[in-house]
Structure formats: structure tokens, C-alpha cells
């Protein structure tokens, strides 16, 4: 069943073919939905017939955002550490020990029920596509388990065994790295697309770059595709190896020397920027303006996890990036649609153009523009469309 969508004072196609600017934005627009794709785009006035008609009445739609970083499997409460980290404790990635305690102990339907908590929490404020990794069970039955759990809600699963190294594996590295790149990937391969690392070598939890290395051509091996946690918490080896193994993001990039933007300037891979985890942490903002006028392909993510980031709002990250970061608002909604289909190699959604996904987000306004001008307040939500 087709269905026209009209009355949208700006549509945001993310297709400089249908419009001006990287947004390809069509003005007084409507588009055609047939079996979950965007089927027509164009002008109003030449909408064609259709099986249905919705009318948004002067509002403004977009694609729905991507989030491509995203922690949701995960149990406990880490409010008394934001609220140290406040008064001016520096995080340094320990706090993740807890979560893993407290997620180690929790059933399956507890964690479940957070986990759909969250993305249904997402999918009420435009997010349509989420990536979620593992990385609070660091054993092999639980990080499978995070695994098989976040795989109910989405396709885009991320193994991340190499998180930190737990507490039982304290002074023993290598040996935790052979347990991720032997039986904890034989476990979870299976039910992820991708492999990550916590490449930091500024914490004296993560990873150094020789063992990052291992964890990525380890999962590499095993047919899955490859993100990185590099550069945030002081410069590191994260972006030129995530650059050198044909990483599709590397993620954070606060602490960037020339040669990362150089390289991240030649590659495909992706810089996922998070500056909701600077807002909760008192660090220092990324130089997305850097990286833009470099010609870096950049997304925005919120990172939402229990520690550093416990925000599931894009929105909030569009306006940081506008305020913190020196992205402009076409910039910021760009990389919080199509930049992160880019981060996760995808060419479905973060568009709409024809044959794209019709993943649709109405705002409350006329414009994308709001989504930075009127921060904190609740303007978008996906509609469901014309789903098969």
C-alpha cells in the first residue's frame, strides 16, 4: 500500500541531487512510501495519486537519526560517579568495572527490559537505526549473552570483549587478549557485525596499540567489520590503526595529531564524534571543525551508556556539536543521519531518496535548524510510514 506524505515546509533528503547543500533539501515537498521505501520525492504541487495521505501541515522531515556508538545491554547505576566527576574527579574508564559487576548479575529479562526500554526511549525522539555493542560482560558467557540480547533489537551488534580488562585479569593483559581473540570471538562472532577495541593507552584500563591490533585482526579473521574507540582520552595509535586496517569508524577523536587528520582525510573510515560524553565528563570537545575543513567524513553519535554518556537524545548531541564543536546546523544533522549510515556502511537509511529506507522523523518546526536553536526540547519523533 502506497501512502504520499505531504505538507512538508523542508524535507531533508541528504541528496544534493534533489536539493541544494549536502541536506538536498526540497522545499513545500512531498514524498511517496510503497512497501517500507521511499518510492517518489518531489515538489507538492506534483505529488502523485497514492493509497493513502498523511498531511504534516507545515512541519519539517528528515531521516530518522542513526546512532552508530550506543552501550545498551547493561545493569546498575552510575549517577554518584557523574556526580563526582562533576565536582572534578577525571575519568580515566574504571567506573566501567562496576557496570560489569552489576550486569554479570542480572538475568536475561532484566537486561532485556532495559535494553527495549532504551531504543523504544530512542525511537520516540527520531532515532530509527541504533548500533549496540557488548562490553559489560568481559567473560565469555556474558559477552555472547549481550550478544544474542541486543541482536533482538537490531541487526547493527557490535562485539567489544575488548572493553577493559576485567578485574580477575588485573596484571594479566595478554592473557585476556587471548581469551577475546580465541574463545570469547568463537562465542560472539556469531551473533555481531562488527569488532571493537578501547584503544587508549592514557587509561590504565584499555588497550595499548599491539594489543588493539590483535583484537581487530582477530576479528577481522573472523568476517566481521571493524570500529575503533581511539584518541579520547589523550593521542594514541587508535586512529591511524583504525585507518590502516580499513576501520569503517573510529570514535571519540578528541586528542588528534596532524597526521590523524591527514590520514582520516585519505580513508573511507568514518570520525563518529560523541560530544555528549564530553558534556558528562568535563573534557574537552573534539575539533569537528578540523576535522570538516580537512575533508573527514564525520558522524554524530550519543554514546549512550550507563557511565559517560546517559543520554539516548541526538538531538542534544546535534546542538552540542553546533555549540561546542563549530558544526553548523546542516553540518550537525548530516552527520547524525547520513554520517552515521556512512560509520556503519550503510546506504539504506540516513537518506531519502528514492529506494532509501522510509525511515521518516516529523519535527515540531519548519526547519532542521531547530534541532540546535531550541535544544532540550522534545521537536522530533520517527513515524511509522507505509512498513511492509
Known amino acids: 500500500m502506497s501512502t504520499l506524505v505531504t505538507g512538508i515546509a523542508e524535507l531533508v533528503t541528504n541528496d544534493p541531487v534533489l536539493g541544494p547543500g549536502p541536506l538536498g533539501i526540497v522545499a513545500d515537498a512531498a514524498l511517496v ?11 507538492a504541487a506534483a505529488g502523485p495519486p497514492a493509497d493513502e495521505r498523511i498531511d504534516v501541515d507545515g512541519r519539517a522531515v528528515l531521516p530518522g537519526f542513526v546512532d552508530s556508538h550506543t552501550h545498551l545491554v547493561f545493569a546498575g547505576d552510575r549517577s554518584a560517579e557523574f556526580e563526582a566527576r562533576m565536582s572534578g574527579v577525571p575519568y580515566d ?9 552489576a550486569t554479570r548479575a542480572a538475568d536475561d529479562d532484566r537486561l532485556r ?19 549496540v555493542k557488548s562490553g559489560y560482560g568481559l567473560s565469555v558467557a556474558d559477552e555472547a549473552r549481550a550478544l544474542r540480547l ?28 587471548a581469551l577475546v581473540t580465541g574463545p570469547m570471538l568463537a562465542a560472539c562472532a556469531p551473533s555481531a557485525r562488527w569488532a571493537d577495541v578501547f584503544c587508549e593507552p592514557a587509561s590504565p584500563h584499555a588497550f595499548d596499540g599491539d594489543a588493539s591490533r590483535a583484537v581487530l585482526e582477530a576479528g577481522r579473521a573472523a568476517g566481521l567489520g571493524l570500529r575503533v574507540h581511539g584518541n579520547q582520552l589523550g ?4 586512529v591511524r590503526l583504525a585507518v590502516e586496517l580499513g576501520a569503517a569508524s573510529v570514535d571519540h577523536c578528541t586528542y588528534l595529531a596532524d597526521a590523524d587528520v591527514d590520514a582520516l582525510a585519505s580513508a573511507d573510515t568514518v570520525a563518529t564524534l560523541l ?16 576535522l570538516l575543513d580537512a575533508g573527514v567524513t564525520v ?24 555549540r561546542e564543536m563549530r558544526m553548523t546546523p546542516a553540518e550537525a544533522v548530516w552527520a547524525a543521519t547520513a554520517g552515521g549510515a556512512a560509520a556503519l556502511r550503510r546506504a539504506d537509511v540516513g537518506r531519502l531518496g528514492v529506494g532509501a529506507r522510509a525511515d521518516l522523523s516529523v519535527l515540531e518546526a519548519p526547519s532542521h535548524r531547530h534541532l540546535a536553536y531550541r535544544p532540550g526540547v522534545p521537536l522530533v519523533r520517527a513515524i511509522p510510514v507505509g512498513e511492509p
Do not use: K
Open 299 to 322: 558522524a554524530l553519535a550519543t554514546d549512550c551508556n550507563p557511565g559517560t554518556c546517559y543520554s539516548s537524545s541526538m538531538s542534544i548531541c546535534i546542538a552540542l556539536a553546533v
Open 93 to 101: 574508564g574504571g567506573g566501567i568495572a562496576s557496570t560489569v559487576a
Open 235 to 238: 593521542p594514541g595509535p587508535g
Open 33 to 43: 512510501v510503497d512497501g517500507g521505501l521511499v518510492a517518489w520525492v518531489g515538489p
Open 150 to 177: 541486543a541482536r533482538e533489537v537490531t541487526d547493527e551488534t557490535t562485539f567489544l570483549g575488548a572493553h577493559v580488562v576485567p578485574p580477575e585479569y588485573a596484571g594479566r593483559v595478554e592473557e585476556y587478549v
Open 113 to 131: 527490559a532495559r535494553l527495549r526500554a532504551l531504543v523504544a526511549e530512542m525511537r520516540a525522539q527520531g532515532t530509527t537505526t541504533v548500533e
Open 275 to 290: 560530544p555528549g560524553v564530553e558534556f558528562s565528563t568535563r573534557s574537552p570537545y573534539p575539533d569537528a571543525r578540523r
